[in-house]
């Protein structure tokens, strides 16, 4: 079974507020940051209805489609989530390379 269609018939798995994330175009980086309902627009999350809020600095946010983001992992290849402890970060990474390809995950900088 392939991701697409892994995700298909489990549904989406959301990235977590708190993750760091990098754009897959732009290359900046931020911070999940929540969900912002989209009315109109093509770009959305799988869920047909979101984009992530990412905080990319004071007072920045950027809205983004789960397909233009890549996940950060620290030297430890685990999930970069703010203050979180490895436990918990390390079970986050594993839920969600269940539902990412390997392309999808980026070294922090």
């Known amino acids: 079974m392939n991701i ?4 298909t018939t489990s549904g989406w798995v959301r990235i977590p507020d708190g993750t760091k994330v990098r754009h897959r175009v732009e290359a900046y980086e931020g911070v999940i940051d929540g969900l912002t ?7 959305r999350n799988p869920d047909g209805k979101t ?18 983001l890549t ?5 430890e290849n685990l999930v970069i989530i703010g203050r979180e402890k490895e436990p918990y ?6 839920h969600l390379r269940t539902a990412f390809s390997e392309d999808r995950f980026v070294k922090s900088a």
């Open 4 to 7: 697409d269609q892994h995700r």
């Open 37 to 43: 309902e989209i009315v109109t627009g093509p770009q």
């Open 51 to 68: 984009q992530y809020r990412v905080n990319i600095g004071p007072g920045a946010r950027q809205l983004v489609s789960e397909d233009n």
């Open 71 to 75: 996940i950060v992992l620290d030297s």
């Open 89 to 94: 970060r390390r079970s986050v990474t594993m």
